[in-house]
């Protein structure tokens, strides 16, 4: 470990010099095959039936004529599925997600519960017997209607705590010279990765082997062997390549149902969710309720600051968008409160999207610093300027590194953010009214152990094996360009192969932690085995094998507040007549570690910046109170930012090396999104002088 701490910062080669994707070309001409491609002989097609009712129970199935319909060959439900054990604690510390847990009781929490799976020869006769199938249900009231003042609004105990409070809030906020007191507001909002979740379950010679698209094959692995009370060790899934991900594709209903049809029929089962089948399976980010109360001197300085969130979870599982949680590493005040509610409804639990809690926690805490710039008269960098924190305003610990007042200084350059008269509605080009926003962003940078197993091949190759997840964004690439470094070869000679939970445990695809968990594991064992190859070793047919495991290395590290950070600025044209707001350019300057592949960092960095654009103007999955479901809940309905809404958007980055990474990495995945919402909702302002505290901005609210 140490040796190759200390190798790999001082001969960089191939890591910070772009690279194409190693499977792009496999990819542009389709030989890359996702999961609901994989060809399996004697595939059998499953297709899930969802609950019509938002709360209740299943009375009865009409299964009997769905089986004699062409092809048919099961249909599972609550009285005849395989029973599974779902009273334990996965690999990342929690229990499994009721919705994943399927048929294994009558009772409905949500519209779109999972009641039961139809198998048949082919996808087709699945589908159209999965649609002729009649299910009764006792329906009971429900409650699907989200708001922060809902009456049964809670506090999770011990929830990396819910709660955190430090001085007389009250007493600060009555001595500032200047008060900012908004609420803002999130809505509910989906994952529409391009690639819609599919698995295929196979029983092999007693081995249980799942192709699937998910963001962590030993994740997923670990999570069906325990349902099904497996050895770890006969269970094995691959995902070799994930067309996107973002927080949604762990253990869900699909793998599971395939695993339950593949073992009653013991034969291959597929079973592939279709995008109206997501909003209600994927899991998709809580709206929010957020209230800020800023106090400062009159000069900018920060007395108080208290950010407090509510989201929704389902009645079956408690999920936390912990959108509070960006003001406990953001800024500081003599008093300083934050908290992180919930209220359960008869919804679908929520899950991770893109910086949960960030994401919509950074909207409403930076369109508040605007606020709060524009009452003191102050530009809104140099009010981030004066409440530049020494440490962490909560944890009270020292940053690994915090650069982001570089990166304002470097934004502000490029983007000409001097020239800016802050008055605002005073621009106008046409019937188009002109501003500028900014806004700060943040994302923790952590890493998760992980193994890795480098072998030298006889013919002078080496292939690097981890069960690393790459969902689109070039993990294998960013990993052969460290595999290359750390061996002291050529990229070429390097061969990632990654996606398969027989690799070992690794980190997930999430939480930003990726690349960096799975770097610094390649990096041990290739550190170490180009020690012994330097030793004289002689390579034998069957190669030299060297396995890493991080959870030593990764537990050692001291304790410090570890983030990436970056500043956000946006331009915007507001339609006075229609009310459309347009982004006509942003620009991201981030502090967020060694950059691997500027290539695929670029792209990934703009990827959640459009996602930013999206959030902000367009994205609003709208639940009907009477039935508990969604209106429109499809592509049409639930609009996603597309290539017209994309103007000029612009990342880069300043040099920031984690200190504490043996490649110096933060990890990127992330912070793109954080910030951009804001950046966009401050330059609305600026164009307009109306503030929009509600997301997003809708033609019919801008008018
Ligand atoms: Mo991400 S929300 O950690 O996949």
């Known amino acids: 470990m140490t040796t190759a701490t200390t190798r790999t910062t001082t001969a960089q080669r191939a890591v910070g010099t772009a690279h194409t994707r190693v499977e792009g070309r496999d990819k542009v001409t389709g030989a890359a095959r996702y999961a609901g491609d994989i060809p399996f002989a004697e595939l059998a097609h499953g297709w899930l039936v969802l609950s019509s009712v938002a709360r209740g129970r299943v009375r009865s199935l009409e299964t009997a004529p769905v089986l004699g319909m062409p092809g048919v060959l099961a249909v599972l439900h609550h009285e005849n599925a395989p029973r599974v054990d779902s009273d334990h604690i996965g690999l990342l510390g929690v229990p499994p997600e009721p919705t994943s847990v399927v048929f294994q009781h009558d009772r409905v929490p949500h519209m779109g519960w999972p009641v039961a799976l139809v198998v048949a020869e082919t996808s087709e006769q699945a589908r159209e017997a999965a649609e002729a199938l009649v299910v009764h249900y006792e329906s009971e009231p429900h409650d699907v209607a989200f708001s922060g003042g809902h009456p049964d ?12 409070e430090k001085g007389d809030l009250e007493a600060e906020l009555a001595a500032s010279a200047v008060v900012v007191d908004e609420e803002y507001t999130t809505p509910e909002e989906h994952h529409s990765p391009m690639e819609p ?94 209230r800020i109360r800023l106090g400062a001197d009159a000069d900018g300085r920060l007395r108080a600051l208290d950010h407090r969130s509510v989201n929704l979870t389902s009645t079956v599982h408690e999920f936390v968008e912990p959108s509070a949680g960006v003001a406990r590493v953001m800024y500081d005040a003599d008093a300083h409160h934050t908290a992180n509610r919930v209220v359960r409804l008869d919804v679908p639990t929520p899950t991770w999207m893109r910086a949960p809690g960030e994401a919509p926690g950074s909207f409403a805490l930076e369109a508040a610093l605007d606020e709060l710039a524009e009452k ?22 020292p940053f690994s590194s915090r650069d982001l007042l570089a990166c304002f200084r470097e934004g502000a350059r490029r983007f000409g953010w001097a020239d800016r008269d802050p008055r605002p509605g005073l621009r106008r080009e046409g019937r188009w009214l002109l501003g500028t926003g900014t ?16 072998t030298a091949e006889a013919d002078g190759t080496f292939t690097v094996r981890i069960a690393a997840a790459d969902l689109g964004t070039g993990a294998r690439t960013a990993l052969t360009l460290v595999a290359a470094d750390a ?77 990436s950070f970056g500043a956000q600025f946006a331009e915007v044209a507001v339609d006075v007549a229609t009310g459309e707001v347009r982004v006509r350019r942003m620009l991201g300057v981030f502090a967020a570690g060694r950059i691997v592949n500027p290539l695929t960092a670029r792209s990934q960095f ?42 000029r958007i ?23 999104i954080v910030g951009a919402a804001a950046a966009i909702a401050n330059a609305v302002w600026h164009a307009t002088g109306v503030r929009h505290r509600s997301l997003p901005i809708r033609p019919d609210r801008v008018l």
């Open 439 to 454: 806004a700060a962003a943040s994302f923790p940078a952590g890493a998760g152990p992980s193994t890795a197993v480098v």
């Open 153 to 164: 609004v809670y506090a999770l105990d011990g929830h990396m705590p819910a709660v955190t």
């Open 650 to 672: 612009e990342a880069d980055w300043i040099d920031d090396p984690d200190p504490d990474d043996p490649v110096g990495i933060k990890g990127i995945g992330e912070i793109g």
């Open 376 to 397: 003191c008269g102050i530009d809104p960098i140099e009010l981030r300027a004066r409440n530049e924190p020494e440490r962490g305003p909560v944890s009270g610990r």
């Open 606 to 647: 703009v990827g959640g910046m459009i996602w930013g654009v999206s959030m902000a103007l367009h994205e609003e999955a709208v639940r009907d109170l009477a039935s508990g479901g969604h209106v429109g809940a499809d592509l049409a309905g639930y609009h996603v930012a597309t290539h017209a809404d994309v103007q």
């Open 487 to 563: 061996l002291e070869v050529t990229t070429d000679r390097v061969r990632v192969r990654i996606g398969d939970s027989d690799f070992g445990p690794a980190m997930i695809a999430g939480g930003s932690m990726g690349t960096r968990s799975w770097a610094w594991a390649i990096t041990a064992a290739a550190g170490e085995l180009r020690e012994r190859l330097a030793l004289g070793t002689a390579v034998p047919p069957e190669g030299v094998t060297v396995r890493s495991d991080t959870t030593a290395a990764i537990g050692a590290l001291a304790q410090k507040e570890r983030h």
């Open 197 to 290: 979740h599919a698995a295929a379950a196979r029983w092999d010679g007693g081995r249980l082997e799942v192709v699937d698209s998910n963001q962590g094959s030993t994740w997923v692995a670990d999570g069906l062997a325990k349902l099904f009370s497996l050895d770890p060790e006969s269970v094995r899934v691959r995902s070799e390549h994930v067309g996107g991900g973002f927080g949604s594709k762990g253990v869900r209903a699909h793998q599971v149902a395939a695993v339950m049809a593949a073992t009653v029929l013991q034969r291959p089962v597929r079973v592939v969710l279709t995008r109206r089948q997501m909003f209600a399976l994927a899991g998709y980010r809580s709206p929010t309720a957020q």
